[in-house]
Structure formats: structure tokens, C-alpha cells
């Protein structure tokens, strides 16, 4: 160890009269831990945000959506075959999308329609878990109708269960001698699914395709096709080449497109809350700078003895550095152990937290998710740790300076 280490740590350790600047230095450690933690905490909540809502979204929906510009897809059998010989396409689905409103006793509420194939389906898209009944009973008719599987949320909301009729009112209207009246057919709810996803366990319905092309009149068309690809991030490449393979009138959209407001909104927002809480870093960074002035000014006759001995001006700088880098350090071990322990166990935080005291962090009704998910980027946890000991450093640079600068005989004259 190196005299310059060695008389650094002798002055971490403050005597008696010295108790502020420990205070201060004390102060110093625990900014740079709390921003340390802070940071690693909100960015992996943050990275836990954005991989749930894309693993929810792309749960029920496909990775690339095929339609036509000019409405219903004609002859998709056709179109189906050309998609999946694409390179990149592991299987594509048909499916019709409709808003109609489902009634059950004195209960309605509006919903978002949706045919599928019972077997094809589940290849493309994965509705979740389901709490009652199977998604493969849609081809199945009830006792009472067809069969409809619906949203855990939606079932709650107007009283349903397995196995009760529900009616569904289309839009489009029947013309009869009375004028035109409201198309409705009966349906039997065959299950329940819980996507986790709170706008979709609420507002949406599924029935098989056959049932939905004949119920909404689209004879042999659909509203387009969905396409499930071998990699995630290459599906506005796959999406570009199923494209040009079709050619006009169809038009194709990527999951990244559909839902660049979302993912481009949590990007920001992960921007903003970095430069926010470095600040509490750069805060900490300035107790810091204080701390080093003051000790310069209390160790000037230290200092001074020092450059009589031969001590060099750039052997006067290293001790003050090395001060300020240690307690850089510190803080950082210590923020980082800590953020990573609330980061890595925060859904058992957040548990205990709601059957301790009753709260709630994010209520299904109000938020996507029912759960604070938590994702550390390892990535991210190097740059906040390389960027704080940086911070660290450039905040010895001045007191050092100001420290190596001193003139022995001034500084003895006045002792």
C-alpha cells in the first residue's frame, strides 16, 4: 500500500473534533448509495414493464397481422399458403374481428368479438391460462348455442359462469316487415380465460371462425390472417418479405408497429427516470467536493508538513482522490448489493407489502398488470456503477488540485 492510500484512510477515520466531516462524509456514502439503489430498483422495474406488456401483448396477439386494404380477405386458404412458405413463418391463423354487445339476463356490455380456429390458434397466439372449460370446446355446441369462451374480468363484470347462455347483438341490423331490428344469437360459455392482461379479461370474446363468418355474414371471408414468426425482433423483416410476396391489396404490420406508442412511451420514460435519479448521484457527488474542501482546510498544516518532507504535489493529489474514490466505492457496493436485493425479490416485497398493510401497488382495475414486475439488465447495473465511480472521481479533482496547489511556507506561517 502506497503512503498516499494509507494516509487517505487515516483520514476517513476523523478524530474527535472532527465529527462533522465524518458526518459529512458519512452523508456523502449514503446519497451515492440511495442513487445507486434508486437507479438499479426503477430500471429494472422498468425493464420488467416493458417485457410483461410485451409478453401480455404478444400473448394474445400475433407477432405480424396480414389484412387487406380494400376489407375482408377473400379466398384465405390461398393467402395462408403463401404466408407460411415465407422464410421465418413457423404457422399463420385466420380470424375475424368484430365490436358487438354480449347480454346475459339484465347485464350488457360492449366487447371485441373475435373468430378463431380452435386448433390453428394456439399455434399463432396463447390466451392465457384458462380458469374454466378449454378452448378447444369452441367448435362444440352447447345445449343452449355454440360455444363462446370469454375474459375472467368480463365474466365478473355481467354475472357469467360455465355453461350459462349469454346472447351476442351484432351491429348490422335484419330488415323484417317491423323495419330493420338487431341481429342476436344465442351462445353457451364453454370457458373462462385469465390473459393477465386486464383490457383483454375484460372486453374481449372468443368463438370459433366457422361460427363468426356465419353469425356476421362474411360467408368464406375473414378479416385477415396472423402470423406467429421464429424470432420476435426480426418480424418487421418477415413482415417485409410477406409483404412483397402478396403484393397489392394487402398490407402488413409487425407487433412493433401496432404497438409503437406503447413500447416507444416506456422508453422515455425509462430516458427520463436515468437522468432523474442521477441526480440524486451527482448530489451526493457535491457532499463529496464539500467534504474534500473542508478536510483540505482542517489538514493545511498536514499537507504543508507533507511537501516539507518531499512530498510531491501530484503525491498530495493522489490522497485526496483516493479519499473521495473510497467513498465513492462504498456507496456503490453498497447501492448496488442493495438494489439488487429489492430488485431481484421485489414481487415478494410488493406481496408482503399488500398482505401486511392491505395496499395494493398496482390494482388490476386501474393498471395492465396485476403484479410489480422486475427485470435487472446487468448491462444497465455496469453502466451505473461505471458512471458513479466516474462521478466520483471528477468530484476529487478540484479539492486535489486546490490541496497539491498549497505553498508549505504560507500555510506554516500562520500554525
Not at 71 to 81: A, I, L, S, T, W
Not at 87 to 116: C, D, E, N, W
Request: glycine fraction near 10%.
Amino acid at each position: 500500500m502506497g503512503y498516499e492510500l494509507f494516509i487517505s484512510l487515516r483520514y476517513l477515520r476523523a478524530k474527535r473534533k472532527q465529527v462533522f466531516l465524518s458526518i459529512i462524509t458519512v452523508i456523502s456514502i449514503c446519497g451515492i448509495f440511495l442513487g445507486v439503489a434508486a437507479l438499479i430498483i426503477v430500471l429494472a422495474v422498468m425493464n420488467g414493464f416493458e417485457t410483461e406488456l410485451r409478453d401480455k401483448i404478444l400473448g394474445m396477439n400475433s407477432h405480424v397481422v396480414v389484412m387487406g386494404y380494400t376489407g375482408p380477405v377473400k379466398d384465405y386458404e390461398r393467402v395462408r399458403e403463401k404466408v407460411d412458405s415465407v422464410k421465418g413463418v413457423i404457422a399463420s391463423t385466420p380470424f375475424i374481428y368484430s365490436q358487438v354487445m354480449l347480454k346475459s339476463g339484465g347485464h350488457v356490455s360492449g366487447v371485441v368479438l373475435r373468430g378463431l380456429e380452435p386448433e390453428g390458434a394456439l399455434k399463432v397466439i396463447n390466451v392465457g391460462k384458462m380458469v374454466e372449460g378449454s378452448l378447444s370446446r369452441l367448435s362444440e355446441r352447447g345445449r343452449t348455442g355454440p360455444g363462446i369462451i370469454v375474459g375472467k374480468e368480463l365474466a365478473k363484470n355481467i354475472g357469467l359462469s360455465l355453461g350459462d347462455p349469454v346472447d351476442i347483438v351484432a351491429p348490422m341490423g335484419i330488415a323484417t316487415p317491423m323495419g330493420m331490428v338487431p341481429k342476436m344469437r344465442r351462445f353457451e360459455v364453454v370457458g373462462i380465460f385469465d390473459s393477465g392482461f386486464y383490457e383483454y379479461d375484460s372486453s374481449l370474446a372468443c368463438i370459433s371462425l366457422k361460427e363468426s363468418q356465419d353469425f356476421l355474414g362474411m360467408k368464406d371471408m375473414v378479416t385477415g390472417l396472423e402470423v406467429k414468426v421464429s424470432d420476435i425482433f426480426r418480424a418487421k423483416e418477415v413482415a417485409r418479405a410477406i409483404e412483397l410476396e402478396l403484393g397489392f391489396p394487402f398490407w402488413v404490420r409487425d407487433w412493433m408497429q401496432m404497438n409503437k406508442n406503447l413500447f416507444s412511451a416506456l422508453k422515455l420514460e425509462k430516458r427520463v427516470m436515468f437522468i432523474i435519479l442521477t441526480l440524486i448521484v451527482l448530489v451526493a457527488a457535491f457532499n463529496i467536493v464539500t467534504a474534500l474542501i473542508m478536510l483540505v482546510m482542517e489538514k493545511t498544516r498536514d499537507i504543508a508538513i507533507l511537501k516539507s518532507m518531499g512530498a510531491t504535489s501530484k503525491s498530495i493529489m493522489k490522497i485526496f482522490i483516493f479519499q473521495g474514490v473510497v467513498i465513492g466505492t462504498i456507496g456503490t457496493i453498497l447501492g448496488c448489493a442493495g438494489g439488487l436485493a429489492v430488485a431481484l425479490n421485489l414481487e415478494k416485497i410488493s406481496l408482503f407489502v399488500e398482505k401486511t398493510f392491505g395496499f395494493k401497488i398496482l390494482p388490476r382495475d386501474v393498471y395492465y398488470l396485476n403484479a410489480l414486475p422486475s427485470q435487472v439488465n446487468y448491462g444497465d447495473v455496469a453502466v451505473i456503477v461505471v458512471g458513479t465511480m466516474v462521478i466520483s472521481f471528477l468530484a476529487t479533482i478540484y479539492p486535489s488540485r486546490r490541496a497539491a496547489r498549497l505553498d508549505p511556507a504560507e500555510a506554516l506561517r500562520y500554525e
